[in-house]
């Protein structure tokens, strides 16, 4: 199973800034197609946006599409969400992940075998 690390959540205002990280732990995560989920309490998990294992291909789900990008540094073994203009509505837990055999960009969890361990957001003012 590929480990991963999330983090940069935090508190942020309305309207504000965030950058999310997913660092791979024991393995390189060129190669790999990378997804980002967010949960919030009481709601079913949601695909926010999802990288190819190339980097050329992104998706977003509308909810976040113009507001958030994903990209990834093979060089620093790490993929990131920039989210701006951040809502009320984005407070949530942010997942990434990967999988063994998927090179392809899906924000369809089922696909998904490896899973970090989570980072807060929470936007409130």
């Known amino acids: 199973q590929l480990q991963l690390v999330e983090s940069g959540g935090g508190l942020v205002q309305p309207g504000g800034s965030l950058r999310l990280s997913c660092a791979a732990s024991?393995?390189?995560?060129?190669?790999?197609?990378i997804g980002w989920f967010r949960q919030a309490p009481g709601k079913e998990r949601e695909g926010v946006s999802c990288?190819?294992?190339?980097?050329?291909?992104?998706n977003y789900a509308d909810s976040v599409k113009g507001r958030f990008t994903i990209s990834r540094d093979n060089a620093k073994n790490t993929v990131y969400l920039q989210m701006n203009s951040l809502k009320p509505e984005d407070t949530a837990v942010y997942y990434c992940?990967?999988?063994?055999?998927?090179?392809?960009?899906?924000?369809?969890?089922?696909?998904?075998?490896?899973w970090g361990q989570g980072t807060q957001v929470t936007v409130s003012s």
């Open positions: 024991g393995f390189t995560l060129d190669g790999y197609a």
């Open positions: 992940a990967a999988d063994q055999a998927l090179r392809r960009c899906t924000v369809v969890a089922e696909f998904y075998g490896s």
């Open positions: 990288i190819s294992s190339s980097g050329g291909t992104t």
